[in-house]
Nanobody, 120 residues
Framework: QVQVVESGGGLVQPGGSLRLSCTTSRSIFELPAIAWYRQAPGNQRELVAGRTNGGSTYYADSVKGRFTISADNAKNTAYLQMNSLKPEDTAVYYC??????????????WGQGTQVLVSS
């Protein structure tokens, strides 16, 4: 199983930005796809954004135009740039390096996640 470590979360005011990082134990280049998910208190974990090895991306409607997923093969790291943050973006964010199918179902192992709190 490929291991992942998420980082970069924190407290930010509405309208602010954060960049989350997902460092993997295997070369990003070798992974067919990577995706970010989030889980808010009392809610199920949901897909936020995904990126295939070929560069195709997917974004949930709630984050389109605000979030950008990318990857740096040399650093074995994927990123989630989050701009124009809203209080409803508050959640623990996780990455998964084995999302499959059109629904990006996560099959890879989970890291500890990184907490994002959007509040004034």
């Amino acid at each position: 199983q490929v291991q992942v470590v998420e980082s970069g979360g924190g407290l930010v005011q509405p309208g602010g930005s954060l960049r989350l990082s997902c460092t993997t134990s295997r070369s990003i280049f070798e992974l067919p796809a990577i995706a970010w998910y989030r889980q808010a208190p009392g809610n199920q974990r949901e897909l936020v954004a995904g990126r295939t090895n070929g560069g195709s991306t997917y974004y949930a409607d709630s984050v389109k135009g605000r979030f950008t997923i990318s990857a740096d093969n040399a650093k074995n790291t994927a990123y989630l740039q989050m701009n124009s943050l809203k209080p409803e973006d508050t959640a623990v964010y996780y990455c998964n390096v084995d999302p499959r199918g059109s629904r990006w179902l996560p099959f890879g192992s989970w890291g500890q996640g990184t907490q994002v709190l959007v509040s004034s």
